[in-house]
Each structure stands twice: as structure tokens, then as C-alpha cells.
């Protein structure tokens, strides 16, 4: 009876499934949102682009916040969460756009190194202003792939795409190197 029972449900997890791929990444499924092929194929592959990047980045900031050193190192460590968190945000809404254009968003880390254009850091730890200004250089990449992505999508009919990188990408990038180039700036602490 208990062979029966845990051979044919019972609760016991299928495991180590496999199965042949559904969707290669680089292709769409149709989906009525009216918009063509090639204009949600080029939507999906710049969407990637700025997806793989903006993983980076928020890799960027977490490997930061936990290196962060020094006197500024509470204020720091808590302005790099915070805007790793708001990166990890955009992560999900970009990954959610392109699959609702009908693609396949870049997810394995794996995968995103080999489609990210913003330099690998070293592995060990760097000076905080060098940290600082590898995330400000990772940020301007980013904003100006997204300013370029925004106009051709809207140019091309995909109003939402474009939207998505204005409002999210470039808006929350600018604020961003705002905050993290503030402290770069050489300010004397007690004479004015």
C-alpha cells in the first residue's frame, strides 16, 4: 500500500525533471498587443541589453554596499542598498516587458556576462571613490544605451518599451549618479 501510495502522488515531488527547451532565447511567440514582429523582436533584443547591464549594476551595488570603508561607511552602505534595491526593481520591470512583447529575458548570470557592456571589477576590494566612480561609469553606459533604445522604440511604434526606459531606467539612473557623484565632491568638513 505505501508503494502505491508514494508511487502515484501521494505527495512525494517529481524530482530532477528535465525537458526539451520551449522558447529559444532570441525568439518571440505572437501575442496580440499589436505591435509587429520586427519592431518586438529589436524592442526585446535593446530591452535584454539594458536588463543584462542593469543585473550588473545591481550586482555592482550590493558587492559595494558590503565593501564600503572609512568615515562615510554607514551613510554608504545604506544608500548602495537602497539603490541596489531600486536596480533590482528595474531588473524585474525590464524581464517583465520583454516577456510580455513575446521574448525571453536574459536571466542566468551566466548568460548576462556575456551580454553586458559594463567592465568586470576586480574580485577584491577597491577604495571607495574608485568604487564609487566604477558605479557612476556603470550608470552613464546604461543611460546612454536606454536615451538611444528610448527614441528608435518610440520611433518604432513601442510607446510602452520607451516608456519603460524613460520613466524607469533613465529617470531612477540620473538620480542615482546624482546621490553617488555628491560624494566624490572634495568639500571641506569644517572651514569654509
Not at 536588463?51 to 551613510?75: E, N, P
Not at 526606459?165 to 560624494?183: C, K, M, N, P, Y
Request: aromatic fraction near 4%; charge should be negative; include cysteine.
Amino acid at each position: 500500500m505505501d508503494t502505491l501510495t508514494t508511487s502515484h502522488g501521494g505527495g512525494q515531488p517529481l524530482l530532477h525533471q528535465k525537458g526539451a527547451e520551449t522558447q529559444a532565447f532570441g525568439t518571440l511567440v505572437q501575442l496580440p498587443i499589436g505591435l509587429g514582429h520586427d519592431t518586438r523582436m529589436y524592442a526585446c533584443q535593446r530591452l535584454n541589453r539594458v536588463l543584462a547591464d542593469t543585473q550588473i549594476l545591481h550586482s555592482l551595488y550590493k558587492k559595494h554596499h558590503w565593501l564600503m570603508r572609512g568615515a562615510t561607511f554607514y551613510s554608504l552602505h545604506l544608500l548602495l542598498d537602497k539603490h541596489a534595491e531600486a536596480q533590482l526593481a528595474i531588473v524585474d520591470a525590464l524581464a517583465e516587458r520583454i516577456q510580455s512583447l513575446g521574448g525571453v529575458a536574459v536571466g542566468d548570470p551566466r548568460h548576462v556576462a556575456e551580454l553586458t557592456a559594463i567592465p568586470r571589477p576586480p574580485d577584491g576590494v577597491e577604495p571607495v571613490p574608485a568604487m564609487l566612480s566604477r558605479l557612476l561609469d556603470a550608470h552613464e553606459r546604461i543611460l546612454i544605451d536606454a536615451r538611444d533604445a528610448a527614441a528608435r522604440l518610440s520611433g518604432e511604434g513601442d510607446e510602452g518599451s520607451a516608456d519603460l526606459l524613460v520613466s524607469d531606467v533613465i529617470r531612477t539612473g540620473e538620480a542615482q549618479v546624482w546621490f553617488l557623484a555628491e560624494h566624490l565632491v572634495d568639500t571641506p568638513l569644517v572651514r569654509g
